[in-house]
């Protein structure tokens, strides 16, 4: 498969998700850069902005095995992987946890204790789960959404560092429009239901080709260059307390070829690295402890160091 068949296939999957989600094609293309980059998705955003619509809508889209699960302080790390259970035979069976599937969305991740939390590390990483010593193997392609409150921290667990940078990018969805949310409502009132039908566009074959051509897309060194520079800088302003780590280099590489495949090239611009560096990025940051009373985020910094860092030039080499 060539970047032009991505391009096209992709659009036609925004296409059809964006009759479920209405007005968020701007985040439902960068989920999808995200999961051709093989990388998981971190919503942070109110309750209400469709952001399981979202998961479950492109689970379907792209006829993926979804599974959901409600993260709360009493979820146990054997819900999420698994567990061994008494089989009708008298002997131990594996009893598969709803980590075994194709897209997993993990709703309000930070609801659950930590060692709860720390059960999708290996699944995300690894892409295996480990029971009793034994370690399975789970299906391509795997895909984590998370989605946490950003205001409502009562009760909840916060991500550990080591946890939010193993989601390749983190983004709100927004409040829509005064005319998108008509429309919402104009066409419900339509549909007299609240399930939208949608058709399937690709397999996850097709997905995992999709995958295979973006790792083809090519990052000349000028480009590669400013990667590392834009992600250098993070560690260097004075608003940081620790800067993103090499992993947010090759999260940024990865992302910024997707947004090249899916804009029909076979090459990295500059600016498909500046239109990735905020969600690839923001979340690894750590600020100074002073400036969380500020509301200042992660995003800002990287914003910073974006027009700060010299922009190479977008001819590929």
């Given at each position: 498969?060539?970047?032009?068949?991505?391009?096209?296939?992709?659009?036609?999957?925004?296409?059809?998700?964006?009759?479920?989600?209405?007005?968020?094609?701007?985040?439902?293309?960068?989920?999808?850069?995200?999961?051709?980059?093989?990388?998981?998705?971190?919503?942070?955003?109110?309750?209400?902005?469709?952001?399981?619509?979202?998961?479950?809508?492109?689970?379907?889209?792209?006829?993926?095995?979804?599974?959901?699960?409600?993260?709360?302080?009493?979820?146990?790390?054997?819900?999420?992987?698994?567990?061994?259970?008494?089989?009708?035979?008298?002997?131990?069976?594996?009893?598969?946890?709803?980590?075994?599937?194709?897209?997993?969305?993990?709703?309000?991740?930070?609801?659950?204790?930590?060692?709860?939390?720390?059960?999708?590390?290996?699944?995300?990483?690894?892409?295996?789960?480990?029971?009793?010593?034994?370690?399975?193997?789970?299906?391509?392609?795997?895909?984590?959404?998370?989605?946490?409150?950003?205001?409502?921290?009562?009760?909840?667990?916060?991500?550990?560092?080591?946890?939010?940078?193993?989601?390749?990018?983190?983004?709100?969805?927004?409040?829509?429009?005064?005319?998108?949310?008509?429309?919402?409502?104009?066409?419900?009132?339509?549909?007299?239901?609240?399930?939208?039908?949608?058709?399937?566009?690709?397999?996850?074959?097709?997905?995992?080709?999709?995958?295979?051509?973006?790792?083809?897309?090519?990052?000349?060194?000028?480009?590669?260059r400013y990667i590392v520079?834009?992600?250098?800088?993070?560690?260097?302003?004075?608003?940081?307390?620790?800067?993103?780590?090499p992993r947010g280099s090759?999260?940024?590489?990865?992302?910024?070829?997707?947004?090249?495949?899916?804009?029909?090239?076979?090459?990295?611009?500059?600016?498909?690295?500046?239109?990735?560096?905020?969600?690839?990025?923001?979340?690894?940051?750590?600020?100074?402890?002073?400036l969380w009373v500020q509301?200042?985020?992660?995003?800002?910094?990287?914003?910073?160091?974006?027009?700060?860092?010299?922009?190479?030039?977008?001819?590929?080499?």
């Amino acid at each position: 498969m060539d970047v032009a068949a991505v391009s096209g296939f992709v659009d036609r999957i925004l296409d059809e998700i964006e009759r479920a989600v209405v007005g968020k094609r701007e985040a439902l293309e960068m989920i999808m850069l995200a999961v051709l980059s093989d990388g998981h998705i971190l919503i942070e955003d109110f309750p209400g902005l469709a952001k399981t619509l979202m998961a479950r809508s492109l689970a379907h889209v792209l006829d993926l095995g979804f599974n959901r699960v409600q993260f709360t302080p009493d979820l146990m790390p054997m819900d999420v992987t698994g567990s061994m259970i008494l089989g009708p035979s008298g002997m131990l069976e594996f009893r598969r946890g709803p980590v075994f599937t194709n897209l997993l969305l993990a709703d309000e991740v930070n609801r659950a204790p930590a060692k709860t939390q720390a059960a999708l590390l290996e699944a995300m990483q690894e892409r295996q789960v480990t029971v009793d010593g034994t370690s399975r193997p789970l299906d391509r392609p795997f895909v984590v959404i998370a989605t946490q409150n950003p205001i409502e921290y009562e009760g909840t667990y916060p991500l550990p560092e080591a946890q939010l940078d193993r989601f390749l990018i983190r983004l709100a969805v927004g409040y829509p429009s005064p005319d998108d949310e008509w429309r919402v409502i104009d066409e419900r009132a339509r549909r007299r239901s609240d399930d939208v039908q949608l058709s399937r566009v690709v397999d996850a074959g097709t997905l995992v080709a999709m995958q295979q051509a973006v790792e083809e897309v090519h990052v000349s060194e000028p480009v590669g260059r400013y990667i590392v520079e834009l992600v250098s800088a993070t560690r260097t302003r004075r608003r940081t307390k620790v800067g993103a780590s090499p992993r947010g280099s090759l999260a940024l590489m990865k992302l910024a070829r997707a947004k090249a495949a899916v804009g029909g090239r076979d090459f990295v611009t500059p600016d498909d690295v500046k239109h990735v560096a905020v969600p690839a990025l923001g979340h690894r940051i750590i600020l100074r402890p002073e400036l969380w009373v500020q509301d200042v985020r992660g995003d800002d910094v990287v914003t910073e160091c974006l027009g700060a860092v010299p922009t190479p030039p977008s001819v590929p080499e």
